[in-house]
């Protein structure tokens, strides 16, 4: 049974001759001893648990700490990672661009040179077919010139001979 305050204030004693009954006072003095020691030793206990209740809960603030800066610093390096990632991609996109624009410009050059290229052969041809031409219309004269030559019955040298003494 625990004692309270109020127990101790009424309790009474037994009045004797010389006051009171010794016994019954040095009882209840062992009684409330036994229950202050008893008393004193639940709140050592408990001061101990509390004691290390508040040891666990800094423990435990000190832990949420580095958890809420860990997270931070993830977070942090979670968007360094995302803003590299961006910028590498920016940075492969301008540079597929660029080789997009050197191939192209490549292209543009060598359609230039074969575009040239179609043209001397145009030229050529418009050349060789001039010449052809010329053979063509030279070989007529020459022949149209022999076919004279016979009709007038000179031969072929003289006839040469002839034109050459006159041009």
């Known amino acids: 049974m625990r004692i309270t305050p109020s127990d101790i204030e009424k309790q009474e004693f037994s009045v004797k001759m010389r006051g009171y009954d010794r ?8 009684f409330i001893a036994q229950e202050v020691s008893n008393l004193l030793l639940e709140m050592d206990e408990l001061k101990k648990k509390y004691l290390q209740a508040e040891e666990r809960i800094k423990e435990m603030e ?7 800066e860990t997270l931070i610093a993830a977070q942090r390096f ?13 940075i492969m996109i301008k540079e597929a661009e660029l080789k997009a624009d050197q191939i192209v410009a490549k292209a543009m050059e060598r359609l230039r040179e074969i575009n040239m290229t179609i043209n001397k052969m145009r030229a050529e041809k418009q050349n ?4 052809i031409r ?9 022949i149209s010139r022999e076919e004279g030559d016979e009709n007038t019955g000179e031969s072929p040298s003289k006839s040469k001979a002839r034109k050459g003494s006159k041009g």
């Open 78 to 90: 979670s968007e360094e990672l995302k803003a590299n990632a961006k910028k590498e991609a920016e």
């Open 62 to 68: 000190s832990r949420e700490k580095i958890l809420k």
């Open 23 to 30: 016994d019954e006072v040095r009882n209840f003095l062992i």
């Open 128 to 131: 060789i077919i001039n010449e």
């Open 134 to 142: 010329a053979f063509v219309i030279s070989l007529q004269e020459l």
